[in-house]
Nanobody, 121 residues
């Protein structure tokens, strides 16, 4: 069964940095587009950044110039480097991936369980 496991969340002061990781495992043939989303209390889930297999990227306006998404296809892992963090970046961060399964080449959209990022002094 395909799983995404996030890590790297935590408490950081405004202006600080964090790096999130999301590792995929479990019967994967290949991974297409991967992304990071976030959802704060009482808010809808929103796109933060996406990266396609050709490494082209797209970012939410609110994080452009501060966040960088990258991927390591050999490790089935996607990263989100977050710099110059602001209190309004506080949220649960979820990774997402479009996966082709090894067993029957089905295309699945998979979500991680989420990791909390808190930006506060």
């Amino acid at each position: 069964q395909v799983q995404l496991v996030e890590s790297g969340g935590g408490l950081v002061q405004p202006g600080g940095s964090l790096r999130l990781s999301c590792a995929a495992s479990g019967g994967i043939f290949s991974i297409g587009t991967q992304g990071w989303y976030r959802q704060g209390p009482g808010k809808e889930r929103e796109l933060v950044a996406v990266i396609k297999r050709d490494d082209s990227t797209n970012y939410a306006d609110s994080v452009k110039g501060r966040f960088t998404i990258s991927r390591d296809n050999a490790k089935n892992t996607v990263y989100l480097q977050m710099n110059s963090l602001k209190p309004e970046d506080t949220s649960f961060y979820y990774c997402n991936a479009r996966v082709l399964t090894l067993s029957d080449f089905r295309s699945l959209e998979v979500w991680g369980q989420g990791t909390l990022v808190t930006v506060s002094s």
